[in-house]
């Protein structure tokens, strides 16, 4: 159920489960009338599922101004015009079909005190509740297929046992034999305080009941009061001369209550809990059933309040167990194995109000008693608030069942035992707003919680229809016999047979005879005694052949059994194969289920670690993204930086360059206008005319001929620079030699003062010249370039 609050809710996260075996809790609400027609409501009907609750006139003045109307929603709504049959069509009847069927069921009331939960439940005069339209539901659908009594016996243990026909008549025997008169259940005196409340004229039934099974009822009541379990059924027995104690270890005043003995909840072989030494009577009318309930609801703790007159102290359990059984192959008796029996149960809860206890005017016992039951609810809502948590949010968290004996006792409906149905009886009152709002959050909570889906009973494996056709077995041969003089009239088939063939013949006439001469009467015996002979010889022929027919038609029919059985274990033999086949082809599917599952689970843990890995390769990236970003950072503002000293080294290099270029330029400059002046000086030396020398007295023919010289190369090629003066300055890029060549052969004729000069006198002599013109064209340069070049000027040594 949700509530149409404006503040948000926590997203549900849904637990890994399948929704289809699964069903959520049915809630319902009922909203009885108000007592007075000038009463203020602070509850409204607003659809088939939806009531709005608000605050009455004057709330705000106490709650800081606030006013808001709240809606609920329920599995349905009933309204105040609303019958009991209409409450019990939609509620409790889908609940006893499933009892028939063999489930479980538990049926709740919840409110405050005085919201009419005992009504929707027990119901008033002329106008039966839940509990007797139940009870009447069940026999009209069981009514003709009920075993004996005491064919079925419940144990001590939570469990039922089947009795063969003659236990069950010992049973039955000592029970007549008891002093206290059993009025058979067709003549049954209902009490008339009880009697409207049962008297329901809807023959409500169930449709499909396993006609091939025989049932029993049994029924149990037990009140929670102060958190122990009573026994309302037990008959504890007075006994006047032992003293009673109370709890204070001291004798027990005249006129006070003493309790009877409480009881103990335990848990039997199949984890169901079961109160221990619990009075559970077998019934089998609806009358006798309502009469045992009626005398345990007298017991029933109730007391005056403030809010109700007659107010329940104590939650009241009425618990119907129906045990059921396959007959056997035949088709007579009940099957004596007790892996067949079924014992279903359905559990009517008649909860204490919860109430405020300074509203009740509560004091002494009263208060304590609502102390204990306000704390039994607290239990049930911590219950419902952890297993919606567990549901909803995935938690393992344990649900405190023992905190409670109420809680404890239906645990196993919370874990899937059965089906799970409350109603929630509100008052419209303004004074109970308050109340009804906390009832209401708590329904709200328990519709989120889902309760496992029992399954179905397993079939017995016998053929169906094994009643009816010992039944039509039985009328086919009654009524053979009624053709063949069998009993007619409704006679019993204990008649001998000798009476049955009695019947059909002749009267006898009388037999006196009164008179010696009388012809008449032993000729009309004679006559009636041979007809009857007759008859009877007709009658044993026609006996004989019909005890043949019967033979043959028994072979036929024991033939056409035999026939049917090979077919159907033929048939069951192919869908034994079958699901056995079915079964293995389902063990494999497990398997390989459950090897998915592994591979599954393997692959989400390599899921898992690769995602790791992932994002700390992704963490890794990122850091060196941002290191490499960082080095480019600085790499750029390195780059600016020495692009900047490039630019200002090279500007200063430049510079420099410039500025030595500009220096040896006007270096080079100057040496070549010194070697342009060198060069104009050899040149002015080179063309200067040679002074003869006086000739010396030689042959003639030495006069004549000429002297031969080596002939000087051409100039040597060079470049031409100007220079800054205007002129212009040659640079020589070879070097030319001049050689002077002696004539060959011949001697120089020496003079008389120096005779016969030595060998290579010639090129002596053209060295010294060369000498003496380089001598000369440096002391011209020198001469011209200043004193100071005069200086560094040395003279060139001769060669040896």
């Given at each position: ?191 008339p305080e009880f009697a409207d409340m049962i008297n329901v004229q809807d023959h409500c039934k169930v449709e499909e009941v396993d006609e091939d099974n025989v049932y029993s009822v049994f029924v149990s009541y037990i009140e929670i009061y102060n958190n122990y379990i009573y026994d309302l059924l037990e008959e504890a027995p007075f006994e006047p001369i032992k003293p009673k104690w109370n709890n204070c270890n001291t004798p027990v005043r005249n006129g006070d209550f003493i309790p009877p003995q409480s009881k103990i909840l335990r848990e039997d072989q199949n984890h169901n809990m079961y109160v221990t030494g619990c009075t559970e009577v077998e019934v089998k009318s609806t009358e006798e059933a309502f009469e045992v309930f009626w005398r345990g609801q007298k017991k029933r703790r109730i007391a005056n309040t403030q809010l109700n007159r007659e107010s329940s102290r104590s939650h009241s359990v009425f618990i119907i167990k129906l045990a059921q059984a396959p007959l056997d192959a035949d088709g007579d008796n009940v099957l004596q194995e007790k892996e067949q029996i079924t014992l279903s149960q359905l559990s ?453």
């Amino acid at each position: 159920m949700k509530a149409a609050a404006k503040t948000p809710r926590r997203p549900a996260v849904k637990k890994p489960s399948n929704p289809s075996l699964k069903d959520p809790v049915g809630v319902y609400c009922r909203v009885r009338p108000l007592s007075r027609p000038d009463q203020e409501c602070c509850i409204e009907v607003i659809n088939e599922t939806t009531v709005q609750i608000h605050p009455p006139d004057g709330y705000r003045i106490f709650r800081n101004g606030e006013y808001r109307e709240t809606q609920y929603s329920f599995k349905e709504v009933f309204g105040t015009l609303v019958v009991q049959k209409e409450l019990f069509d939609v509620v409790a009847k889908p609940l006893v079909e499933d009892l028939i069927r063999g489930k479980n069921g538990l049926l709740f009331t919840y409110g405050v005190t005085g919201s009419g939960k005992t009504h929707t439940m027990t119901g008033s005069p002329g106008d039966g509740g839940l509990l007797p339209r139940c009870l009447d539901m069940i026999f009209n659908s069981i009514g003709p297929f009920q075993a004996k009594r005491f064919v079925f016996k419940l144990d001590d243990k939570n469990g039922v046992d089947v009795q063969c026909e003659v236990d069950a008549l010992l049973e039955r025997q000592k029970r007549d034999a008891m002093p206290v008169p059993k009025t058979p259940s067709g003549k049954r005196q209902i009490d008339p305080e009880f009697a409207d409340m049962i008297n329901v004229q809807d023959h409500c039934k169930v449709e499909e009941v396993d006609e091939d099974n025989v049932y029993s009822v049994f029924v149990s009541y037990i009140e929670i009061y102060n958190n122990y379990i009573y026994d309302l059924l037990e008959e504890a027995p007075f006994e006047p001369i032992k003293p009673k104690w109370n709890n204070c270890n001291t004798p027990v005043r005249n006129g006070d209550f003493i309790p009877p003995q409480s009881k103990i909840l335990r848990e039997d072989q199949n984890h169901n809990m079961y109160v221990t030494g619990c009075t559970e009577v077998e019934v089998k009318s609806t009358e006798e059933a309502f009469e045992v309930f009626w005398r345990g609801q007298k017991k029933r703790r109730i007391a005056n309040t403030q809010l109700n007159r007659e107010s329940s102290r104590s939650h009241s359990v009425f618990i119907i167990k129906l045990a059921q059984a396959p007959l056997d192959a035949d088709g007579d008796n009940v099957l004596q194995e007790k892996e067949q029996i079924t014992l279903s149960q359905l559990s009517l809860v008649d909860l204490a109000g919860s109430e405020r206890t300074n509203r009740t005017k509560a004091e002494g016992n009263r208060l304590r008693e609502a102390g204990n039951i306000n704390q039994s609810l607290m239990t049930l809502r911590t219950c419902i608030e952890v297993l919606r948590e567990n549901q909803m949010y995935g938690t393992n968290k344990m649900v405190p069942y023992r905190d409670s004996k109420l809680t404890h006792l239906f645990k196993n409906y919370f874990d899937g035992e059965g089906k799970v149905r409350m109603i929630v009886c509100v008052n419209p009152k303004a004074e109970d707003y308050e109340e009804s709002l906390q009832v209401m959050r708590f329904a709200e909570m328990t519709q989120e919680v889902e309760v496992a889906r029992p399954v179905d009973r397993p079939l017995c494996g016998l053929t169906p229809g094994r009643r009816f056709r010992n039944q039509a077995f039985r009328e086919e041969l009654s009524r053979k016999l009624e053709m063949r003089g069998g009993p007619i009239n409704g006679e019993t088939e204990e008649q001998s047979v000798s009476e049955m063939f009695l019947q059909n013949f002749p009267p006898l006439p009388s037999c006196e005879l009164l008179d010696v001469n009388d012809d008449q009467t032993l000729p009309k015996l004679i006559e009636v005694l041979e007809k009857r002979h007759k008859l009877r010889q007709m009658l044993s022929e026609e006996f004989a052949k019909n005890v043949l027919a019967f033979k043959t038609m028994l072979q036929d029919f024991d033939s056409s059994i035999v026939s049917k059985e090979n077919y159907i274990q033929g048939k069951l033999s192919e869908k034994e194969k079958t699901i056995a086949g079915q079964k293995m082809e389902l063990e494999r599917l497990e398997k390989k289920i459950k090897t998915l599952e592994y591979k599954i689970e393997i692959l989400e843990k390599t899921a898992t670690i690769y995602e790791e890995d992932k994002r700390n390769l992704q963490q890794e990236l990122e850091s060196k993204s941002q290191k490499l970003q960082r080095q480019a950072s600085d790499k750029r503002r390195l780059e600016a930086r020495l692009q900047g000293m490039v630019a200002e080294t090279t500007m200063k290099w430049e510079k420099e360059c410039e500025r030595r270029v500009a220096a040896k330029q006007l270096e080079m400059q100057n040496k070549l206008w010194v070697k342009d002046e060198k060069l104009k000086q050899l040149k002015a030396i080179v063309t200067e005319p040679k002074n003869e020398k006086p000739e010396r007295p030689s042959r003639e023919r030495d006069r004549e001929k000429p002297v031969q010289r080596s002939v000087s190369p051409s100039p040597a090629p060079g470049d031409v620079f100007k220079t800054r003066g205007g002129g212009q300055a040659v640079q020589f890029t070879e070097i030319e030699t001049l050689k002077q060549e002696s004539p060959t052969g011949r001697k120089r004729r020496s003079s008389p003062s120096n005779p016969d000069p030595p060998e290579g006198a010639a090129d002596s002599e053209w060295t010294d010249v060369e000498t003496r013109c380089s001598v000369a064209v440096e002391m011209r340069a020198g001469s011209a370039l200043g004193p100071g070049y005069q200086h560094h000027a040395q003279p060139k040594r001769r060669k040896p």
